[in-house]
C-alpha cells in the first residue's frame, strides 16, 4: 500500500514537472533581465552637449536627475509588481512538489529584490550627491568622472582609474 501510494506520489511529481515547466522557464527569463538592467547594462537616454558646455552644467546636472529619478520610479513598480505577485502566488499549491519549485522560485525572486533595492539605495545616495553639488566628481581623487561614464553609470562615484584600483585591491583581498 505504502509503495503504490509513493509511485502514485512519483508519477504526480512527473506530471507537475511537466506542467510547471512553461511557468518556470518565463520567470527565469524574466529575472535574467532584470539582473542585466541592475548590472548596469541598462540603456540611459544620452546627453547632447552644446559646445563649449561647462562640465556638470545645469542642464547635465537636470539631465541625469531625471534619469535616475525615472529610474528609481521603474525600480519601485518592478519591486511591488513583484511583491504583489508573491502575495498572490502564496497559498496556491498544496502539493509538495509544488511548493518545493515555489519556494526555488520565490527565492530567486527575493535575491532580485534584494538586488533592486540595493540600486535604489544607491540612486537615492546619488540624488543626495546631486543635491550637495558633489555629483560628477571621483570620491576617491576628486576629479572629473566624465560624461561618458556617466552616461554609462549614471551612479558611478568613482572616476575609472580609482574604479579599476579598486577591483584590483578587491581582488587581491579574496586571493
Ligand atoms: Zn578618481
Known amino acids: 500500500m505504502a509503495e503504490k501510494k509513493s509511485l502514485l506520489s512519483k508519477v504526480r511529481a512527473v506530471v507537475q514537472k511537466v506542467t510547471a515547466k512553461p511557468q518556470a522557464k518565463k520567470t527565469a527569463t524574466k529575472s535574467?533581465?532584470?539582473?542585466?538592467?541592475?548590472?548596469?547594462?541598462?540603456?540611459?537616454?544620452?546627453?547632447?552637449?552644446?559646445?563649449?558646455?561647462?562640465?556638470?552644467?545645469?542642464?547635465?546636472?537636470?539631465?541625469?536627475?531625471?534619469?535616475?529619478?525615472?529610474?528609481?520610479?521603474?525600480?519601485?513598480?518592478?519591486?511591488?509588481?513583484?511583491?504583489?505577485?508573491?502575495?498572490?502566488?502564496?497559498t496556491t499549491y498544496a502539493d509538495p512538489n509544488d511548493r518545493a519549485s515555489q519556494e526555488s522560485e520565490m527565492a530567486l525572486e527575493l535575491r532580485n529584490r534584494d538586488r533592486e533595492r540595493k540600486l535604489i539605495k544607491k540612486i537615492n545616495e546619488t540624488l543626495k550627491n546631486i543635491d550637495e553639488d558633489e555629483y560628477g566628481?571621483?570620491?576617491?581623487?576628486?576629479?572629473?568622472?566624465?560624461?561618458?561614464?556617466?552616461?554609462?553609470?549614471?551612479?558611478?562615484?568613482?572616476c575609472i582609474d580609482c574604479k579599476t584600483l579598486q577591483e584590483i585591491k578587491e581582488k587581491q583581498m579574496a586571493k
Open 32 to 90: 535574467k533581465v532584470t539582473a542585466k538592467s541592475v548590472s548596469g547594462l541598462k540603456q540611459f537616454k544620452t546627453y547632447t552637449s552644446k559646445t563649449n558646455e561647462k562640465y556638470m552644467s545645469k542642464s547635465q546636472i537636470s539631465h541625469f536627475k531625471k534619469i535616475l529619478n525615472n529610474w528609481k520610479v521603474e525600480l519601485s513598480s518592478e519591486l511591488s509588481r513583484t511583491v504583489s505577485n508573491m502575495q498572490s502566488d502564496v
Open 137 to 158: 566628481y571621483c570620491m576617491g581623487c576628486g576629479e572629473e568622472i566624465g560624461l561618458k561614464r556617466l552616461q554609462a553609470r549614471p551612479t558611478a562615484t568613482l
